[in-house]
Structure formats: C-alpha cells, structure tokens
C-alpha cells in the first residue's frame, strides 16, 4: 500500500495474481476525445502532486485569435512557450489541457507548479509571437494568468476546467492534455506500507465506507476486487494517521 504524506493518491496492491484469465489491452488508435481512462489518469496524477506545491500554482489560459490550427501546429507551440517557461525557471513544470469553444476553436489550460512568477506582459507578447497574431487585441486578451489563492480555488479549477468532460469536433486529432518538466519534482513523497490480508480488508471496509459517504461513486463489487488495484482520493496524512493507529509500520526501503 502507498500513501503520500501531502497528497490525496492512495493505492492499495495486493501481492497475490487474479488466476483468472485476462484479455489483452486493445491498441491504441488516434486520440478523438477525452475519454474515462484518460480522465481517470489525469486526475490520479493531480491526486500525486504535494498539496503545498499545488495551492502555490499558477493557472495559465491560452486562446488561439481564430480559426483552427491542427494538432502538429497546436503541438509546437505549446512547446515553443513551455520551453520558455523552463528558462524562466529549470525546476518548473506544467500540467496542460485542450478544450474547444462553442465556436470550435481550440484553447490551453495549464496548471504550472513550482514556478514562483511569471510576468503576464511577457506571456503574452511571447505567446502572441509563437502563433503569428495579426490581431492588435490578442496580446492583451489571448491570455489569462492567476495565482492560487486557496485549496478550495485549485480545486473548482481542475473541476471546471481540467477534469471537465465535454464533446470535442469530429475534426479533433491529436492528445487532450498532457505534461511537461519535471514533474516528480512537484510529487508528493510516499510511505509504502505492507499489510496482512485481514488488515488489507479491513482498509477497503474503511476506505470503501468513507467513498461512500461522500458519494462520490457506487460501492464495490467486493468478488470481482478481490485481486485488483483499488485507489482512493483521501488525505494521505490522515490515512497514515490510520494506518498507525492499526499499528502498521511503513516499510523502510533507505540503503543499509
């Protein structure tokens, strides 16, 4: 089992393998959306980040003045800018996101850690030059920068805005978010923990009830998860709180 000391990622592993036979993942084709699975990982590594670095972070908007470049175009200049970024600051890194407006035209958000400022005025102007802006007003208002101002703000962000599940254009190529930096350095530390299997029951039961009581998802069906990897969202220090009081050691795995 790990548990972060300042994030909200628990995983529960079971040492055993499901006898039971398995199909083989389909291949992945083209990405045309924003699927479960996807969504699913994107949250699971914002539930990895440290809450101190993460109630720090910067929201960053970009918008396209019109039309719709495709996804190389979209691609570059994304790059283009985070490359910039990474010179303003070699330890930053970011967490970005595509969306479409109504009139189908693309935008980024990003959620850039460990970066303590950014001027606005550079970010545009150096945005405004990596897409070729001939709109006189796009400078000003092709992008939108703030800073977190609580664990509550970050959190309606990735609700509104990063984890938001919405349709994209049939035209629609090319990945949905994605990451750039030096990501681990803004995750939060972990203690694994090694469990017997009537303890491991014990944590789902807890677990399990908490979910439920916050009804953020229906109860497990326990015969198909006896073998599988469950997660959690919940306060990693609250859950080594628990742990302790179970009296269960984290495993020391430093170099003797």
Not at 49 to 69: C, D, K, R
Not at 144 to 150: A, D, E, K, L
Not at 189 to 208: G, M, P, W
Request: proline content about 7%; hydrophobic content about 35%; overall charge positive.
């Amino acid at each position: 089992m790990s548990a972060p000391e300042s994030a909200r990622a628990i995983e529960l592993q079971p040492l055993e393998k499901d006898p039971r036979r398995r199909p083989k993942p389909p291949i992945r084709g083209e990405v045309t959306g924003f699927s479960k699975s996807s969504r699913r990982r994107l949250l699971w590594l914002i539930g990895n980040l440290s809450e101190p670095i993460l109630n720090s972070a910067l929201f960053l908007t970009l918008t396209y003045p019109s039309g719709e470049p495709n996804s190389v175009d979209r691609t570059k200049h994304l790059d283009t800018l985070l490359k910039r970024m990474r010179r303003e600051a070699p330890e930053a890194s970011a967490i970005w996101k595509l969306e479409y407006t109504k009139k189908e035209t693309p935008h980024f958000h990003l959620l850039i850690l460990n970066l303590n400022f950014w001027h606005h005025a550079k970010i545009a102007s150096a945005w405004a030059a990596i897409v070729k802006s001939e709109n006189p007003h796009h400078e000003k208002a092709g992008t939108q920068v703030q800073r977190v101002t609580s664990q509550k703000h970050v959190a309606r962000y990735i609700v509104k805005y990063v984890a938001k599940s919405q349709p994209y254009p049939e035209s629609h190529r090319g990945r949905v978010w994605g990451k750039a930096g030096p990501i681990h350095l803004a995750l939060s530390r972990k203690e694994l923990y090694a469990v017997s299997r009537c303890v491991y029951n014990q944590i789902r039961r807890t677990f399990d009830a908490i979910r439920k009581s916050h009804q953020r998802t229906k109860a497990f069906k326990r015969a198909q998860n006896t073998f599988n990897r469950q997660r959690w969202f919940l306060q990693g220090s609250e859950v080594i709180r628990y742990l302790t009081w179970l009296q269960v050691e984290p495993l020391n795995l430093s170099p003797t």
